[in-house]
């Protein structure tokens, strides 16, 4: 049922009591953002949550910035850098006035320990990898870092803005253990670790001696002095909690209230073009039916796509017409080209030119197979509308679509398995590279590469597009890479979410960044005017 804003206020007397977290407005000094969902630590190098990352950027700096277009890499905790000829020698040299939220200067020294705990196999990193082939990190000085890899990365600037790459306090770390971001995280960011109270509260305060942010804001200091991040899972409340003053700010906007809140003259609302978040359908390509190219092709004619996205985002997401976004580094228009359109009859005509007749409830089949095949994903509004609006699509031109949510405790679990035939899923990504690289090389097989990928061609490629010393043979291989996964409609593409920060009336200087997700990113800019 469609639900609208004014619903969602009309529901506050209900749910406004049910937390005494609602009771009172935010007080002074105190920015209270809302949020969905918790992280289960807060750890750079073991979380992948973009709930742990939009903490974790507060509390602590990577190496480089990324600017709010989304390619552009700035100085960070490095104020500046050289690359050898070879590409596999980076030179960082480190601001030399950076302290801890406990007053301990930061050297060369917690750089080196920072990466080689990281890519550690002890650490059993999940995000390891996106370190790059690491030969050595080591301290050439007490502010200088030799990064040295075995072979070119081209990617590694933009992977070392990511939060993964934060760097950490030894002795925070050796001190706590596996409570490391559970109970503590001592950081060099704008905001220390206060206190946490899992699925309620985050709660930072300003980090007095911090004056080394990013140059891409105007303030390089943090400008308020206490943040509180609030779990509140229900959407209706997050909304009523934004506009009765007792919460400031939030990207969590359910798709069905952002045109409504962008009227609300309480509220203003910033949004980021360059927001790469999307939504996609993969087929595992070695599993019956789908291992079938023109299935796949005439899924990809068969749903209405923008009237889908519609539907269900209400104009906060864009139907994704290609593998990546426009705005994205390495982004291939011709690959864009050959991602097929809505086209039933079409769809239609290559299952019949194909051999897959139509049986008598409809569903096709081809030498005694059934045109059906199941999906997985995670269970929640977005993805059950969607799946249902494709299953609906899918029947019509006589393809048969088995849905399998489940719920986010074990999803993941069954999105590891080869149980299922096809799945759905969102997911961020900083570059085309970054994306493919992660999707589409048959060394990420089964997981992250859920596909069952794996071509020769497109591995040289991914290859290439990753250790190619001159810019434009990388963007040439990505480029091709982009092509040969268009033509084999590896993928039915689906989404590309909006993003999109709602702050109160109190708020000044909100502006959605959006890197891996996050939102606030560090929030530098952001004020209270009471």
């Given at each position: ?13 209900a749910v406004a009591p049910v ?338 007749v139509p049986g008598p409830d ?169």
């Open positions: 049922m469609k639900k609208t804003l004014a619903a969602a206020m009309l529901s506050l007397a937390a005494d977290a609602l009771a009172q407005a935010a007080p002074r000094d105190t920015l209270v953002v809302l949020r969905e969902y918790d992280a289960d630590r807060y750890d750079p190098a073991r979380s992948t949550a973009r709930s742990a990352g939009e903490v974790i950027y507060m509390m602590s700096d990577t190496l480089v910035s990324l600017d709010f277009d989304q390619k552009t890499v700035r100085p960070g905790l490095a104020e500046s850098w050289t690359v050898s000829p070879d590409g596999k020698l980076y030179t960082f040299k480190l601001r030399q006035d950076v302290t801890f939220c406990d007053g301990k200067k930061m050297t060369a020294a917690d750089v080196v320990y920072t990466i080689n705990r990281w890519i550690a196999p002890e650490t059993r990193s999940p995000v390891r990898w996106r370190a790059g082939p690491v030969k050595e990190v080591r301290a050439v000085d007490p502010y200088t870092v030799e990064y040295e890899l075995t072979e070119p990365y081209g990617e590694l600037l933009y992977q070392l803005t990511l939060f993964f790459a934060s760097i950490v306090d030894k002795d925070n770390v050796e001190k706590l253990g596996a409570n490391f971001g559970v109970q503590g995280f001592n950081g060099t960011g704008p905001y220390c670790w206060a206190s946490w109270t899992p699925r309620q509260d985050m709660v930072l305060t300003r980090h007095p001696n911090y004056t080394w942010g990013p140059p891409i804001y105007q303030n390089r200091t943090p400008q308020i002095g206490r943040v509180i991040w609030r779990i509140i899972p229900e959407a209706n409340t997050r909304l009523a909690a934004l506009q009765t003053g007792q919460g400031d700010i939030t990207q969590y906007i359910p798709p069905f209230a952002v045109a409504q809140l962008q009227r609300v003259p309480t509220v203003k609302v910033a949004t980021q073009p360059n927001y790469f978040w999307d939504f996609f359908l993969g087929f595992k390509v070695d599993k019956p039916v789908v291992d079938d190219p023109v299935i796949r092709r005439a899924v990809n004619m068969a749903i209405n796509r923008e009237a889908m996205v519609k539907a269900v985002f209400f104009g906060a997401a864009q139907p994704a017409d290609a593998y990546v976004n426009p705005n994205t580094l390495g982004y291939d228009a011709e690959a864009a080209k050959l991602v097929p359109g809505f086209d039933p009859e079409a769809a239609k005509k290559l299952l019949d030119q194909a051999g897959w409809g569903i096709r089949f081809k030498d005694g197979e059934r045109a059906s095949f199941n999906v997985y994903g995670i269970q929640n509004a977005e993805w059950r509308r969607l799946t249902e609006a494709m299953q609906a699509d899918l029947r019509r031109v006589g393809i048969e679509l088995r849905i399998q949510l489940w719920d986010a405790t074990v999803a993941w679990g069954k999105l590891a398995t080869q149980e299922f035939d096809s799945f759905v899923m969102s997911y961020p990504y900083i570059s085309a590279t970054d994306g493919f690289a992660l999707y589409f090389d048959g060394a990420n097989r089964p997981t992250p590469n859920r596909m069952n990928w794996n071509d020769q061609r497109t591995n040289e490629l991914l290859a290439t597009a990753k250790t190619a010393l001159a810019p434009e043979a990388r963007a040439a291989a990505i480029g091709e890479a982009q092509r040969i996964i268009a033509q084999n409609n590896v993928w039915f593409p689906i989404a590309r979410e909006n993003l999109y920060v709602a702050s109160s009336q109190r708020v000044e200087g909100a502006r959605a960044h959006g890197i891996y997700g996050a939102g606030l990113y560090k929030g530098l800019d952001l004020r209270l005017t009471r």
